[in-house]
């Protein structure tokens, strides 16, 4: 038999950074605590061939997409990501800026293991020390803090010269996992009334309508500009719960991205000379979509966050699979036949811009 082949497109593109190595003591060093939490979940689906990281060859340069400056629109989306309540800025757990001469009395970053702390170029690191069989002092910056594990003996005024030696690099380290983690808590919807979501290159906001009837995507207000935002009426009562509201929210997503996606592989695949038998949404956590040379596509409902030509764009790559099986430059000339400006909008998926679930 002829063995199924298959595709697919990396959600993330590449994975997000682990805690950064140590400058020293990199062979004894110890695993990060919970290195994998800033990292996309790993797929249920079975570990097949991943989307190759060589940069595509780019579209001719007529046929790219301008960069676009940000829309009225988008700019007026972002603040409706709403932030859970509680989190009152970019940076948690204290700004990471290092405060020369004026330390404050509570550590600026502190693990929720640590046990000493001290001083690192006027920023105060409360920290996790680990002592274990082992001949260096290693250090590590995971989603936490700083931990570090030393040898059984060494003395506390070796560890804290060694870690004085690392100081900008640890402080670095330390600001730029805040910075990520808090993007990703702004990215993290609250199923509330109001609630805000990008849908297709809109802005939908929940409006919970009152038991009864059926969910319904109203328009935009006559006067308002072209970000305005649109009602999406959801049956439920004003009690309901975020649960209950995310539910009905996925529902309609589902089966939007159902009719959207029929409708632009209807739309693609003559142009490909290609023929799809069977469509699948998914909710992969690092996957766009993917196609079986049987020619059953499988598509993210996400990307119904996205504006339409990038959903186009992952459309056309997984039809065009059914043509050629890998990430040849045939492949991705097949790809620019119907997407002069994949290249572009591919990029447009990698930013990581969709908002968590
Ligand atoms: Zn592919």
């Known amino acids: 038999m002829h063995p199924l082949l298959r595709y697919t497109l990396d959600l993330f593109g590449a994975p997000a950074p682990a805690p950064a190595p140590s400058p020293q003591g990199r062979a004894a060093r110890p695993k990060p605590p919970g290195a994998q939490a800033s990292d996309p979940k790993p797929s249920k689906a079975p570990k097949l061939p991943k989307e190759h990281k060589p940069a595509p060859p780019l579209a001719p340069k007529a046929l790219q997409t301008p960069a676009q400056t ?29 405060q020369a001469g004026a330390p404050s009395d509570a550590p600026q970053f502190a693990h929720p293991q640590a ?51 690392k100081a900008r690099w640890i402080v670095r380290k330390l600001q730029e996992t805040t910075v990520r983690r808090s993007q990703q808590i702004e990215r993290q919807i609250v199923w509330e009334q109001g609630a805000v979501f990008p849908f297709l290159g809109q802005t939908l906001c929940v409006q919970l309508a009152g038991a009864g009837g059926v969910t319904r995507l109203g328009d ?5 500009g072209s970000g305005a935002v649109r009602p999406l009426h959801l049956p439920l009562p004003a009690t309901a719960s975020a649960t209950q509201i995310r539910a009905a929210v996925r529902a309609w997503l589902l089966l939007q991205a159902q009719q959207v996606f029929t409708a632009r592989l209807d739309h693609f695949a003559p142009l490909l000379q290609v023929r799809w038998k069977q469509l699948g949404l998914s909710n992969a956590a690092t996957r766009w979509g993917s196609a079986r040379s049987d020619g059953s596509i499988r598509l993210n409902w996400r990307l119904m966050h996205f504006e339409l030509p990038v959903l186009d764009y992952v459309v056309a790559h997984e039809l065009s699979h059914l043509r050629v099986m890998n990430h040849s430059p045939r492949f991705w000339d097949t790809v620019g036949s119907v997407v002069p400006d994949y290249a572009a909008l591919r990029a447009r998926l990698k930013d990581d811009s969709v908002p968590r679930w």
């Open 115 to 165: 046990s000493r702390q001290l001083h690192l170029g006027g920023v105060l690191v409360a920290y996790a020390l680990a002592r274990g069989k082992r001949r260096t002092i290693g250090m590590v910056v995971g989603p936490e803090g700083l931990s570090v594990r030393a040898p059984r003996w060494t003395p506390l005024h070796e560890i804290d010269a060694a870690l004085q030696e």
């Open 70 to 98: 940000p829309t009225p629109e988008a700019q007026a989306r972002a603040p409706f990501i709403a932030a859970p309540a509680g989190f009152a800025g970019p940076a948690p757990t204290g700004s990471a800026r290092p």
């Open 220 to 224: 935009a207000p006559l006067d308002a």
